[in-house]
């Protein structure tokens, strides 16, 4: 027994001696370079690309499995302007081979030098990264997916230790190419070396690139890992560079890698310009700001922590300038998110950030609703609202100081929860003007196209004030209240506003319109034709009350009933705005109060009444007298006499050359006009 023992001994040392012979020794018989055509052929025939090894490979099998490879390159398909989508010049690793008998793993060196990937975008939208490969048979895959599902997860991996003497990438660079816009992006000389790669020890990560032309680096600590798979955590601290502007830090722990990885980190970035850094991205990426100081100090803080199903963001906080908003948000159920959020922003001045007002002499070519309604009612593809039926959303946002286009607001609560494809808006509230709006709204997406609906409650806004910040006029004083229901399908601004319905009422209290006297102008035609003298003080027309019903149809406003109340005048406007084309068409018809007798006024009024058409666009809006109407209104009162008919139009009667001259351009007017009444066809 003892001698059978010591053969088989004697011979499993043969056997051993043997082995490390043939492996010291076939890499030095064996010529590996005539396998290079076969290599080459069977990479090309899984990528679909042609592959080339130019330089030799090195090979060796004890006491280090090592290969070593030159001049690789994968090419691109036909078309590209770029030859070849990765290219290497050298790569090389080495494996001890005795250590993993006992699962110990020893890598000697790890190498790959001047690696170079190209992203390139064809005009046509092609693209050089998509369909690489050739995919598997759907059989293979099934098969695959059901053995998967049968194997047990293993509990831990074959590998006791880990040693990586050198691991490194030099000058690595990765091009991206977009002959569509002309752009080009380049990571160029990027390094990263891992040094004390073993699991007992902090791993040091240290990574630099340029990013055109402009550096970025990072560097930390990642470890000590511990065992494998990892039992505790794994700390993590690592520190941001880039475009010598932003500094950011990571830090934190990786804890259960293997089962249900979860992690916990700290990020913050100190105070840097985003101009700054947007400017280095390279051209297209500036932004241009009324305020050329705005978003020169950002600032970004939060902690995060989750796992595969659910993301916690917690005690955040970020600085634009001069405003911060304090944030938290959580989400579960990644396939199908829940999502929970809080911000509260203490002030911002939203004109800062706006574009630039253009200089004076270089407007721009104006847009006429036509071409507005046209472009904006052009055929698109249809949005995808799959991920907002999915969402669940419950939130809330707050701000205390708000300017936006002019208009200051204080005091705004937004709260948001919705789910299966329905979200309500309830409350939307906000202060603004000593006044307040109370509003909700309803979006519903559960359809191709979104429905909306809302509802709006404004009380006591002082009007002025408003006006003079937003518009920068002054043509209406008073108090506001406003009601109104709408309702409308689309996601477009063409097909809101064509799709349009509704009603509500404006009211205007105690308040006037600037700019001009109403009772004196339509009590005298001759300031409807611009003939009266200017007075020196502007004019203004009180109201008690101005009140404007209005009902919408797909997208036609229309009020029959808006009326003003003042001293001395009432008035009653009719007519629609059509918001799809911007067209306007209102009549205005004033009616003089007999006398103010409440008011000490004994005198009673008189004159002629002369109504206003309003026509044109929103943007250009034309003002003119309804003479026609007038003239006719004086007709159902009596045919006016020849005598008469001179104080209806201004000029008539006048003394010498100037006097005829206008009297004869008006009573060609009239002329034109008595021709378009019925009794004068």
């Not at 600590?221 to 601290?237: A, D, E, Q, R, T």
């Not at 101009?275 to 050329?292: C, F, M, N, R, V």
């Not at 003042?566 to 084309?581: H, K, Q």
Request: proline share 6%; hydrophobic share 40%.
């Amino acid at each position: 027994m003892k001698k059978l023992i010591k053969v088989v001994f004697i011979l499993g040392i043969l056997l051993l001696v043997l082995i490390v012979g043939a492996l010291l020794i076939i890499p030095r018989f064996v010529n590996v370079q005539k396998y290079k055509p076969q290599i080459e052929k069977k990479v090309a025939d899984v990528t679909g690309r042609q592959f080339a090894l130019n330089g030799p490979i090195n090979l060796s099998l004890f006491p280090w499995v090592g290969v070593r490879l030159s001049d690789v390159h994968l090419g691109n398909p036909p078309g590209f302007k770029e030859k070849d989508f990765v290219s290497v010049k050298s790569f090389e690793v080495r494996v001890k081979v005795l250590p993993l008998l006992s699962k110990e793993v020893e890598v000697s060196k790890f190498v790959l030098v001047e690696p170079r990937i190209v992203l390139e975008k064809l005009k046509n939208g092609k693209k050089n990264w998509e369909g690489l490969g050739t995919p598997a048979p759907k059989s293979e895959k099934k098969a695959e997916k059901k053995e998967v599902t049968k194997k047990k997860p293993e509990k831990a991996l074959p590998i006791k230790s880990l040693t990586v003497g050198e691991f490194t990438i030099k000058k690595a660079s990765l091009l991206y190419l977009d002959n569509a816009t002309k752009t080009r992006k380049e990571i160029s000389d990027l390094n990263l070396s891992l040094k004390n790669v073993s699991l007992d020890k902090p791993i040091k990560i240290i990574f630099s690139a340029l990013f055109n032309g402009k550096p970025v680096s990072l560097n930390g600590k990642l470890g000590p890992i511990g065992s494998v798979p990892p039992k505790g955590s794994v700390p993590v601290n690592l520190e941001l560079k880039a475009f010598d502007e932003l500094d950011a830090t990571l830090k934190g722990k990786l804890s259960d890698l293997t089962r249900n990885a979860r992690f916990q980190v700290a990020f913050e970035a100190r105070p840097f310009s985003l101009k700054e850094i947007l400017k280095q991205l390279g051209e297209g990426a500036s932004i241009e700001t009324s305020d050329p100081k705005a978003l020169e100090k950002i600032a970004l803080k939060f902690k995060l922590s989750g796992g595969s199903n659910s993301v916690n963001l917690s005690d955040g906080l970020l600085q634009i300038d001069d405003s911060k908003l304090v944030f938290s948000l959580s989400a579960r159920r990644l396939t199908h998110p829940d999502i929970a959020f809080n911000f509260d922003l203490d002030q911002i001045d939203a004109d800062r950030y706006l574009p630039p007002k253009k200089a004076k002499g270089k407007k721009e070519k104006p847009t006429t609703a036509a071409s507005s309604t046209k472009s904006s009612g052009a055929k698109s593809k249809p949005a995808d609202y799959g991920a907002l039926r999915k969402l669940k959303v419950n939130g809330i946002i707050k701000a205390g100081k708000i300017k936006v286009s002019g208009a200051k607001m204080h005091d705004l609560v937004i709260k948001v929860k919705g789910a299966n494809g329905i979200f309500h808006i309830d409350p939307m509230m906000v202060q603004l003007y000593e006044g307040k709006i109370n509003s909700t709204v309803t979006l519903d997406v559960r359809k191709k196209a979104p429905s909306t609906r809302a509802r709006v409650d404004a009380q006591g806004i002082k009007v002025a004030p408003l006006l003079k910040d937003v518009m920068k006029k002054d043509f209406l004083e008073g108090t506001v209240k406003a009601e109104a229901t709408v309702s409308t399908v689309g996601d477009n601004a063409y097909a809101i506003k064509r799709n349009l319905n509704g009603k509500g009422v404006f009211l205007f209290t105690d308040g006037a319109i600037v700019g001009f006297d109403l009772p004196g102008m339509v009590r005298n035609i001759k300031a409807t034709f611009g003939l009266a003298k200017r007075a020196k003080e502007k004019p203004k027309t009180d109201f008690s009350e101005l009140k404007v019903p209005f009902i919408i149809t797909n997208g036609l406003f229309k009020t029959e009933k808006a009326s003003m109340k003042s001293p001395v005048l009432r008035v009653v406007a009719s007519g629609t705005a059509n918001l799809v084309n911007e067209k306007l068409d209102f009549r205005i018809e004033p009616k003089f109060v007999a006398t103010l007798k409440g008011q000490g006024d004994q005198k009673k009024r008189s004159g002629i009444l002369v109504p206003v058409l309003v026509t044109g666009t929103f943007s250009s809006p034309k003002f003119a007298p309804d003479i026609k109407g007038m003239i006719t209104q004086q007709l159902k009162e009596g045919v006016p006499k020849p005598s008469e008919l001179k104080n209806l139009i201004p000029g008539v009667g006048k003394k010498g050359e100037k006097g005829k001259k206008k009297a004869s351009s008006i009573e060609e007017k009239s002329k034109g006009l008595l021709k378009s009444l019925p009794f004068g066809k």
